[in-house]
């Protein structure tokens, strides 16, 4: 199954989590992954170094769009990172990313991950 990967950089952990938070609900990502990063780039004529929040964002080509004009509109910097790619993975957890960004009828609960041992969320 392919897959599309997202990677953005926010400048703190509040600014990431509410930015996944928002895309999660929205369904246009199944998971989001987090890290604590140092950041060196070049901007605005000088070297800058910050501490940012790198999001690694699982998405599909169909929530592709949409994901990115939603993070473009939420994100916090002038000019957001997107840098993104196309990969594929396989098995269980394709199936259950597939499930994870299919929009939910009204009446219909959560999904339940198929294979979740000891009622874990999939590692993203």
């Known amino acids: ?31 989001i992954t987090l890290l604590p990063i140092t950041s060196l780039y070049h901007w605005q004529g000088r070297i800058e170094r910050s501490t940012e929040v790198q999001l690694l964002i699982k998405t599909s080509a169909t929530q592709l769009e949409g994901l990115k004009h939603l993070l473009e509109e939420l994100h916090s910097y002038d000019t957001p990172e997107w840098i993104h ?21 009204p009446d219909a609960g959560v999904p339940d991950p198929a294979g979740r041992p000891g009622g874990e969320a999939p590692a993203g």
């Open 85 to 105: 790619w196309t990969t594929h993975t396989a098995g269980a957890y394709g199936l259950w990313m597939e499930g994870e960004l299919a929009p939910l009828s």
């Open 1 to 31: 199954m392919a897959i599309e990967l997202v990677l953005t950089t926010e400048a703190d952990t509040a600014h990431a989590e509410r930015l996944a938070q928002a895309l999660l609900e929205a369904r246009l990502a199944a998971c």
